[in-house]
């Protein structure tokens, strides 16, 4: 790129790329902030945080890209499901894999405890583990679901008003239902496991932990530093197996000529799970969370993640509120960590 000289400045060997030569502004606040004599002036001076947690704003959030989003989103969400689902049960019904290669624990098994080593293989530990989630996941779902239906029943049905509680419990089921469980189903496959140990979340995750284990033992504190590493590392393994089987199986569909648009789908299933370890969306939004009802120490208490759990029931109702039946599902199924941080703060007025 073309290079210049930064302005105020006679050496010559003070040369940056053009895009990066400082304006007046960016100086007059850099001298403003730095000085050490005079009175401090506010950096963030025309900035600040909605009082009311930006529920106010919540009806400035809808508009038609939002109906694409929330079709892209019900369509991975089946897609993901339907086709996990088929191969894992596809997986467990064939012989085929029990002529691949296993895993050190499976021969050690077969070798120590007489155990068929097929019950311990990558391809059949890896569809358990996906339908056990999945399971347990349908399980979850129908729990949401039934308080849902329930409060609505009572409110529509019986015409007898919900209390607070009750209405607490409805919103917050919703919360959870559209912002977290369903997002993190779209890309849900057994490779996720391999998040816990990438540096992004694994280094917070641990700076957690000794925050919790203040005070705490030597030797407790020990175990449980010990107990954290090495289920990190069985993650990372697990994960990583789970990687190579879906690369192999994606690996055999791709030179198939007769079946292109197959092996199409399975190519962009592998890669939205690829680019599904880390949920990103849901990884910025914990982030903007802790950041805002974590405090000046990052760290989410009891009593912080009540108030944030009230604040995900408030949104939800207050949604309800100002887009109704028809625009609901559209904000909350493609809520962000950007709508989340316009509604937050607010900037240029006095809250």
Not at 105 to 123: G, M, P, V
Not at 168 to 186: C, D, E, N
Request: proline letters at 4%; aromatic letters at 14%; glycine letters at 6%.
């Amino acid at each position: 790129g073309h290079l210049s000289q930064v302005p105020g400045t006679g050496d010559k060997a003070a040369m940056l790329p053009h895009q990066m030569i400082p304006t007046d502004a960016e100086v007059r606040q850099f001298s403003q902030v730095t000085r050490s004599s005079g009175p401090e002036k506010p950096f963030f001076d025309d900035l600040t945080l909605s009082t009311n947690g930006g529920l106010h704003d919540v009806g400035d959030l809808f508009n038609p890209t939002r109906w694409f989003g929330m079709a892209c989103s019900i369509f991975l969400l089946f897609l993901n499901i339907s086709t996990l689902v088929r191969q894992d049960i596809a997986t467990l019904q064939s012989a085929s894999w029990r002529n691949n290669t296993c895993s050190l624990l499976a021969r050690t098994l077969e070798e120590k405890l007489n155990i068929d080593q097929h019950y311990f293989s990558s391809e059949f530990l890896i569809a358990y583990f996906e339908l056990g989630t999945l399971l347990f996941a349908s399980y979850w779902l129908a729990c949401l679901g039934t308080t849902i239906v329930h409060a609505i029943y009572r409110a529509y049905m019986d015409r007898q008003p919900l209390n607070e509680q009750q209405v607490y419990k409805l919103w917050y089921a919703a919360g959870t239902l559209f912002l977290t469980t369903i997002p993190k189903l779209q890309s849900f496959s057994a490779m996720r496991v391999l998040q816990y140990a990438t540096p992004t979340v694994m280094v917070p995750d641990f700076q957690n932990l000794l925050f919790t284990q203040r005070g705490q033992p030597g030797s407790r504190r020990a175990l449980v530093f010990l107990g954290f590493l090495l289920s990190r590392i069985c993650l990372f393994f697990f994960g990583f197996q789970a990687f190579l089987v879906k690369l192999s199986d994606v690996a055999v569909l791709v030179p198939k000529v007769n079946k292109e648009w197959h092996a199409l789908i399975q190519v962009v299933l592998f890669a939205n799970q690829m680019l599904g370890v880390i949920e990103v969306n849901l990884f910025m939004r914990a982030r903007l969370f802790r950041f805002i009802f974590g405090g000046e120490n990052g760290f989410v208490d009891d009593r912080e993640k009540q108030r944030e759990r009230a604040w995900m029931a408030a949104f939800m109702r207050r949604a309800w509120q100002c887009h109704g039946p028809r625009h609901f599902l559209p904000v909350v199924m493609t809520f962000n960590d950007l709508d989340f941080q316009r509604m937050i703060l607010d900037e240029g007025k006095q809250v």
